[in-house]
């Protein structure tokens, strides 16, 4: 049995549909689902279905089966822009703590989500060392909820009893219902096709040009080849970062849009909104040293390749 929480979220659909793919149905799903995220698990087959906070409980008070292969947790609050530190502790961090608790206490393979969110505008470096984790100055409460779990981990001697992976910019399938937290591509697939033309932010630094600022952007099959590779790899713990190590700009995420669409670059740039404009991350790259020495040779889809798998799910509106 394989507890997936957040799944029917971007991620953890993705990962429930892949587990479904090698024949595993013996899944707990846990998430609260609403009317947006109900499709993402529409058509996978699971054996139970828990929602977020009775799982919670029923793990809390220590009555869950303990008998399970393992908990890989992607349930989370993934919004930067929500000010709210109450819930975002009480949601992202103790949940998450209850859980590894839990785990650790019955031998349970933990896999849990954490973020690219917690390197913050990149001044301490994009290494994912115990060193430079403990630098680490996130820019906003989503990523500093990321930061609080992993500084826990550290403090309590526990990375070498779990894997913790700091996501990059994901994109791809299944990350329809999360409104304005989708990715650029999602959200600019339809005006791009339709009229031609797709909107980006304008840079504030004089070192980065409009459009120039960069990301890695990792496509969500190769995020979730990661968090299978370490649901494989049972001995195998830490927190690693989890991208691509080749940061891209927006205006070439743009231009690989427009070609798998079959339409001539119109990119226009407009104003960052204000609350956004000192806590934006202009360059973010993961070293994928680590990852790579652990024996991951998989290679990761280069961005347009994605850009024109994504464009196409998108054009057929199939649920992956």
Same mark, same amino acid.
């Given at each position: 049995?394989?507890?997936?929480?957040?799944?029917?979220?971007?991620?953890?659909?993705?990962?429930?549909?892949?587990?479904?793919?090698?024949?595993?149905?013996?899944?707990?799903?846990?998430?609260?689902?609403? +009317?947006?995220?109900?499709?993402?698990?529409?058509?996978?087959?699971?054996?139970?279905?828990?929602?977020?906070?009775?799982?919670?409980?029923?793990?809390?008070?220590?009555?869950?089966?303990?008998?399970?292969?393992?908990?890989?947790?992607?349930?989370?609050?993934?919004?930067?822009?929500?000010?709210?530190? !109450?819930?975002?502790?009480? @949601?992202?961090?103790?949940?998450?703590?209850?859980?590894?608790?839990?785990?650790?206490?019955?031998?349970?393979?933990?896999?849990?989500?954490?973020?690219?969110?917690?390197?913050?505008?990149?001044?301490?470096?994009?290494?994912?060392?115990?060193?430079?984790?403990?630098?680490?100055?996130?820019? @906003?409460?989503?990523? !500093?909820?990321?930061?609080?779990?992993?500084?826990?981990?550290?403090?309590?001697?526990?990375?070498?009893?779990?894997?913790?992976?700091?996501?990059? @910019?994901?994109?791809?399938?299944?990350?329809?219902?999360?409104?304005?937290?989708?990715?650029?591509?999602?959200?600019?697939?339809?005006?791009?096709?339709?009229?031609?033309?797709? +909107?980006?932010?304008?840079?504030?630094?004089?070192?980065?040009?409009?459009?120039? !600022?960069?990301?890695?952007?990792?496509?969500?099959?190769?995020?979730?080849?990661?968090?299978?590779?370490?649901?494989?790899?049972?001995?195998?713990?830490?927190?690693?970062?989890?991208?691509?190590?080749?940061?891209?700009?927006?205006?070439?995420?743009?231009?690989?849009?427009?070609?798998?669409?079959?339409?001539?670059?119109?990119?226009?740039?407009?104003?960052?909104?204000?609350?956004?404009?000192?806590?934006?991350?202009?360059?973010?790259?993961?070293?994928?040293?680590?990852?790579?020495?652990?024996?991951?040779?998989?290679?990761?889809?280069?961005?347009?390749?994605?850009?024109?798998?994504?464009?196409?799910?998108?054009?057929?509106?199939?649920?992956?």
């Amino acid at each position: 049995m394989i507890v997936v929480t957040g799944a029917a979220g971007f991620i953890g659909s993705c990962i429930v549909a892949r587990l479904n793919e090698r024949g595993r149905t013996d899944l707990v799903l846990v998430d609260h689902i609403d +009317e947006a995220k109900e499709k993402n698990i529409a058509h996978k087959q699971y054996a139970r279905y828990y929602d977020k906070r009775v799982f919670l409980e029923s793990v809390s008070r220590d009555e869950f089966d303990p008998s399970v292969e393992a908990v890989i947790h992607m349930g989370a609050c993934s919004s930067t822009t929500l000010q709210d530190a !109450q819930y975002f502790r009480q @949601n992202n961090f103790e949940y998450t703590r209850t859980l590894a608790q839990w785990a650790v206490k019955h031998g349970v393979r933990f896999i849990y989500a954490s973020s690219a969110a917690t390197y913050g505008d990149g001044s301490a470096g994009y290494k994912d060392d115990e060193a430079t984790i403990r630098r680490l100055r996130p820019l @906003n409460l989503y990523g !500093q909820s990321k930061q609080d779990f992993d500084l826990w981990v550290l403090d309590h001697g526990l990375a070498d009893k779990m894997a913790g992976l700091k996501f990059f @910019n994901v994109f791809g399938p299944n990350e329809y219902h999360k409104g304005d937290m989708r990715s650029v591509v999602a959200k600019a697939w339809q005006k791009v096709a339709e009229e031609g033309r797709m +909107e980006l932010f304008k840079s504030y630094r004089k070192d980065y040009r409009d459009g120039e !600022q960069k990301r890695d952007f990792i496509y969500v099959k190769d995020a979730v080849d990661i968090v299978l590779f370490f649901f494989d790899q049972p001995r195998l713990n830490g927190i690693f970062n989890a991208g691509t190590g080749q940061a891209r700009t927006w205006n070439d995420l743009a231009n690989a849009l427009f070609a798998a669409v079959g339409k001539p670059p119109d990119i226009r740039y407009i104003d960052m909104p204000k609350d956004l404009e000192k806590r934006y991350q202009y360059f973010t790259q993961a070293d994928m040293t680590r990852l790579r020495q652990t024996g991951y040779a998989r290679d990761f889809l280069p961005l347009e390749g994605a850009v024109a798998d994504y464009a196409g799910y998108l054009e057929s509106q199939r649920y992956w």
